[in-house]
């Protein structure tokens, strides 16, 4: 399974970004994906994520640091889950991670996921 991040930037505060993350190699029939991020020094966090079972129903989750300001979801055709992020703040500048959990595990805890990309860099600046 490969997990590719993309969509990272440079950006003002109050400005917004929009990251992907396409999802390929072998296929599963229920995962969730997760977003996370790393900031110098800081140890990775969870920000949002949205469970992938191939119906219409989902379920999305954030952390209460971005709830309001980041939306997650899915293109199921295109394999592809998105992160679109507004109101940007100085304290979103992170590496984002995309990652895919698949085993029984809390959604907010790195250690749940077990394949992960290669993240992008989100700088935002005042």
Do not use: H
Not at 2 to 24: P, R
């Amino acid at each position: 399974v490969q997990l590719q991040a993309s969509g990272g930037g440079l950006v003002q505060a109050g400005g917004s970004l929009n990251l992907s993350c396409v999802v390929s190699g072998r296929t599963f029939s229920r995962y969730i994906i997760g977003w996370f991020r790393q900031a110098p020094g800081k140890e990775r966090e969870f920000v949002a994520a949205i469970n992938w079972s191939g119906g219409s129903t989902y379920s999305t989750y954030y952390a209460d640091s971005v709830k309001g300001r980041f939306t997650i979801s899915r293109d199921n055709a295109k394999n592809t889950v998105y992160l679109q992020m507004i109101s940007l703040k100085r304290e979103d500048t992170a590496v984002y991670y995309c990652a895919l959990k698949l085993d029984s595990g809390s959604y907010y805890v790195v250690g749940s996921y077990r394949y992960w990309g290669q993240g992008t860099l989100v700088t935002v600046s005042s």
